[in-house]
């Protein structure tokens, strides 16, 4: 009698590790997948590689060149992409957007997780409601705001109006909510810590991972950023992207020279995904649970 | 400091008078900073909201409902700007391009991305590496894809056409029609964003318990079965928040169709694939006619609210109704 409930038991395990079981076919449909997803990248690189005789091969090229300096200093010294300052001007602007974001970010989620003040809810939804403004369609008046300030081809024009965003401060608050106890809070309350102290030596530290991924998604929404940069700065004080667009503007015919500016302003996001890749991947997630 | 303030009271004595009146101001000092601190902390959110977002969308209708030049009077005309665009055949071409585009990338997306979540949530070796290469798309950047997918779609040398012609397809131009166009672009949006659609559906398909399944196997509900009859159903708010996301951006396409026509705001020589965040730009930055073109920014806003509302509806009877 018991024997039959221990094997029925026994196949019940069995049937559910089977359930969850990866099938080859499985593997072979995530590595295509997987391909499909790297191809475009690979192929950029390859062409970046080679020399522009490649460009009416039949087939075309599959092999990397030798040539990648060679158009990397080509695209250095095409005057009207201003490729150099571009990258900076990019990284200027990833960095402190990123860094800015975080600290009121966090300063914001943790008053919302964890101080009362009335009106509190309604603030908070009226946050999450902005995220689903497409602010990108008030970029007219938003030019109009930044000829008024004399900040039209600044680098201020593509920093400031994003130091701090809704999304930010919701991800902060939704991650502050349960990783930090009230009591902790209410310990240092009544050593008399002021709410600043409290914020920076007790919830600072405590938000650190949420701080992380937060500000490695804000870097790469800002070096990605392209139709507020075009519309705001000249063509000769560009972002990476906006860049990236005049060299294809230019020499469209160009191919080599143009897939080597891609793989240059593709490169420092592939660092921050391959150190970073694991962080960024819980982030996406966790946040869509919050959601 | 901490100290002083619960200290001061018991030393009391004659020196109490003294000492009370410094503690009371900090204890005064620790109520405001109590009261109004909170409000300081989230201000610069609202600050630069309302400076930088509200501010401007406002303004925006203010502007569209008025002749607004770059030089020139300001005549206010009312919604002249709006009734204009309704028989404006480039904004209606817009129109169509960005729904068609909208469609034929969003729909086969996120069936794409369901399945590749599901395959993700089976127990994988190596789960970590198999989550960053779906997700590799995403991090790259926009201008650099659209410049790379464009040669893949170049008529004489693209690889796009050396693969076709095997199939014994003949060059396509790419750029030439309105649906090559709009399949091109697709293909670009989808690339980038299907991994990770597919990792916001895993998270939602990891909360669902276990146990439903193991049930289900019992039964003898096959895998497919599974899917359709456990999976999507409890996956539906998941759903919703994607389809919601991916309308709010798919209807703001601007950067892709832009670099596919080489910069050309116009979209092609027959506007065959100008959207209408292009058509809005076109307005505003190469004809400085502000007025029209925040007309156009408020007629994509309506559009993608009242699609959102749309999309929220179909899907909550859809999910719901597979049970």
Same mark, same amino acid.
């Given at each position: 009698m018991s024997n039959v409930v221990v094997r029925r038991a026994k196949r019940a395990a069995a049937g559910s590790a089977r359930l969850w079981e990866a099938s080859p076919l499985t593997y072979i449909m995530l590595i295509f997948t997987i391909a499909l997803s790297i191809f475009p990248l690979y192929w950029m690189f390859v062409v970046a590689t080679r020399?522009?005789? &490649? &460009?009416?091969?039949? $087939? $075309? $090229?599959f092999i990397a060149g030798q040539h990648l300096g060679e158009n990397v200093t080509r695209v250095f010294e095409t005057e009207q992409a201003h490729f150099a300052r571009a990258l900076v001007n990019s990284a200027v602007a990833s960095a402190v957007v990123a860094l800015s974001t975080v600290f009121f970010c966090s300063l914001a989620g943790f008053a919302f997780a964890k101080l009362r003040f009335s009106g509190r809810n309604a603030l908070l939804l009226f946050v999450i409601a902005t995220m689903m403004v497409p602010v990108q369609m008030g970029i007219i008046p938003l030019y109009m705001v930044m000829v008024k300030l004399h900040w039209t081809g600044t680098l201020q024009a593509v920093i400031v109006p994003f130091l701090v965003t809704g999304f930010g401060v919701f991800m902060m608050r939704q991650y502050a909510a349960q990783a930090i106890p009230d009591e902790l809070i209410e310990a240092a309350r009544v050593d008399g810590a002021s709410t600043f102290r409290i914020f920076w030596n007790v919830v600072a530290p405590a938000l650190r991972p949420a701080a992380a991924v937060l500000a490695l998604f804000t870097f790469m929404q800002t070096w990605n950023e392209f139709i507020w940069p075009r519309a705001v700065l000249n063509p000769n004080n560009p972002t990476v992207q906006y860049s990236l667009a005049l060299l294809n503007n230019a020499y469209s015919n160009d191919y080599t020279l143009m897939f080597a500016g891609t793989v240059v302003a593709i490169v420092p996001l592939f660092i921050v995904f391959v150190i970073f890749g694991r962080q960024i991947i819980g982030g996406i997630m966790e946040g869509a649970l919050k959601a | 400091m901490g100290l002083d303030l619960r200290s001061a009271p018991t030393r009391a004595g004659g020196t109490g008078a003294r000492h009370a009146s410094p503690a009371r101001g900090r204890a005064r000092l620790a109520r405001l900073d109590i009261k109004f601190s909170p409000y300081l902390y989230i201000s610069p959110f609202y600050v630069l909201f309302l400076l930088f977002g509200l501010f401007p969308l406002g303004y925006t209708f203010w502007i569209s409902l008025h002749h607004w030049e770059i030089i020139g009077d300001h005549e206010f005309i009312g919604f002249t700007n709006y009734t204009r665009l309704l028989t404006d055949d480039q904004f209606w071409n817009s129109v169509e391009n960005t729904f068609a585009m909208f469609i034929i990338a969003t729909v086969p997306q996120l069936l794409l991305a369901l399945w590749l979540a599901n395959a993700l949530n089976r127990k994988l070796r190596f789960p970590t590496v198999f989550r960053m290469g779906v997700l590799?798309?995403?991090?790259?950047?926009v201008a650099a894809v659209a410049i790379v997918f464009t040669q893949i779609f170049g008529r004489d040398y693209g690889m796009a056409n050396w693969f076709l012609h095997f199939f014994g397809v003949n060059n396509i131009e790419w750029q030439a029609n309105k649906w090559s166009s709009w399949l091109a672009i697709s293909t670009m949006v989808d690339w980038r964003w299907t991994g990770y659609n597919a990792l916001i559906f895993l998270a939602g398909m990891q909360a669902i318990p276990r146990d439903l399944y193991e049930a289900a196997a019992i039964d003898g509900a096959s895998r497919t079965q599974q899917f359709w009859r456990i999976t999507v159903p409890m996956l539906r708010p998941t759903i919703i928040f994607v389809s919601i996301i991916s309308t709010i951006g798919g209807l703001q396409l601007f950067t892709e169709p832009l670099l596919f026509n080489s910069g050309h705001m116009e979209g092609g020589t027959l506007r065959q694939s100008q959207t209408v965040a292009m058509y809005m730009f076109e307005n505003a930055f190469n004809r400085f006619q502000y007025g029209y073109g925040s007309a156009v920014a408020w007629m994509l806003f309506l559009i993608i609210f009242v699609f959102s509302i749309i999309n929220f509806l179909i899907i909550r009877r859809l999910a719901g109704g597979i049970k």
């Open positions: 020399t522009n005789d &490649v &460009v009416g091969a039949v $087939p $075309p $090229p | 590799l798309p995403l991090v790259t950047s």
